[in-house]
C-alpha cells in the first residue's frame, strides 16, 4: 500500500512526554505498579471557586462561539493579570487566547516563520518546541548548555548561534525541563546582544511564572527594547492545575496577535467557552489562593535534591522553578546493570522504566542527551517510594 500519510507528519516526533504517559498508563492497566513522574501536571484539584465559575457558565448557557481570539472579558482579565503580575501593558488587541499555551506556541510558528527561518533554542528546551518549529518549516537550532551553566545560555552563546537566517529564539524561564530561572542581569545580557539584531524575535514562555521558589520572575518583554519584539506565552495549566482545561494565551505586537487570530479561526474557532469562563475567576484572584501548591512544590523540590544527591552518579543542579529536577545521569553511560548495558539517556530511563518501575523521560527529547527528567508534581509518599526503587536497581 502506497504510503497515505504526509511527509509533515510522517516526519515528525510524538510527543515524548506524552509518549512516556501513555506507556506507563497502558503498563498500570496491566497490573504492573507504575509510578509516573514522567508527565508535567499538577496533581492538585482546580481551587473550587474556579470550578464553581466553571458550573455558573453551563447555567448561563455559554455554549455557543466564543470570539476566535477569546472573551473581551476573559482577555481584560488576562491584560489586568499581564500589569499586575508582569508590569506588561497590553490591550485587548494584542491578546489572544487559545486551546492551550500549545496552541499558543503552534499558531506563533505557523503566522511568523517561512521555510528556512532560524528559530534559536536553548537546550535543554520544552519537548514540543522543535517540532513546532518544524511542522511551520523553520530549522530548530539548538544552542546546547550544561549543568555547569545552570542550563543556561550566556549571550556570548546567543552571539555565536546567530546567523542572517534567526527569525526568533524561543525559551521558558522557568525552564521546563531544567527548573532554572533567568535573572533580571541575565534577561538583560541576552537583550544586549539581541539589541544588535533588530529582526529577530524572541517567544517568552512563562507558562511555570508562580512556581518559582526564588520569588522575582521577570519577563523579557519588560525589559528595555524588548517589548515590540516578545511574544509572551502563558496558560493556566501549571499554575491553577487546569491541565485539561486547556486554555493558553499570549501578549504579543498586534500585528502578531491579529495573524494568531486568523489562523486560530480557520484551525479550532477558538478556545472552550466554559473553560474561558473559568479562566477569568482563576486569573483576577490574588496569587495568594493559590500559594498553598508553590509552597508544596517548594517542599517536594528540596525532597527529591535531597533524595536524589543520596544517588552516586546523579549530577544535579538546584532548579528555582517549575517542578521537575533534570539529573546528568552520564556517569552511568558504558556501564551494565542487572544485564543491560546503558549507552544513552534513553537506554537510562527505559531501564528505570523496566527494572524499577518508575517513569521518567529521556533528556534527548529536551535536546540534551545527557540526563532524563524526573518531574517531581507527585505525592511525597510516590516521590520517596519512587527514589528508594531507583536507588535500589543502580
Ligand atoms: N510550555 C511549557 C514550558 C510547558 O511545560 C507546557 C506543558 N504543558 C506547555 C507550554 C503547554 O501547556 P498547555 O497545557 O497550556 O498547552
Ligand atoms: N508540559 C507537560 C510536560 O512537559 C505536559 C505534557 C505535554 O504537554 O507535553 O510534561
Redesign the pocket.
Known sequence: MSNHLSNRITNMSTSATLAMAAKARELRNSGKDIIGLSL?EPDFNIPDFIKDAAKQAIDDNYSSYSPVDGYADLKQSIANKFKRDNNLTYGLNQIVVST????S?ANIAMCMLNKGDEVILPAPY?V?YSDIVKLAEGTPVEVPTSIDTDFKMTPAQLEAAITPNTKMMWF?SPC?PSGSVYSKEELEGLAEVLKKHPNIYVVS?E??EHINFRGGHVSIAGIDGMYNRTIT?N?V??AFAM?GW???YIGAPESIAKACTKFQGQNTSGANAIAQRATIAALDAPVSKIQFMIDEFHKRRDLILELLGEIEGFKLNVPEGAFYVFPDISDFFGKTLNGTTINTASDFSMYLLENANVATVTGEAFGNPNCIRISYAAAEKELREAVSRIKAVL
Open positions: 508535567g492551550g499555551a500549545k496552541q506556541l520544552w514540543s521558558s521546563n514562555d507558562i511555570y506565552v496558560g495549566s501549571k491541565t486547556r486554555i493558553g
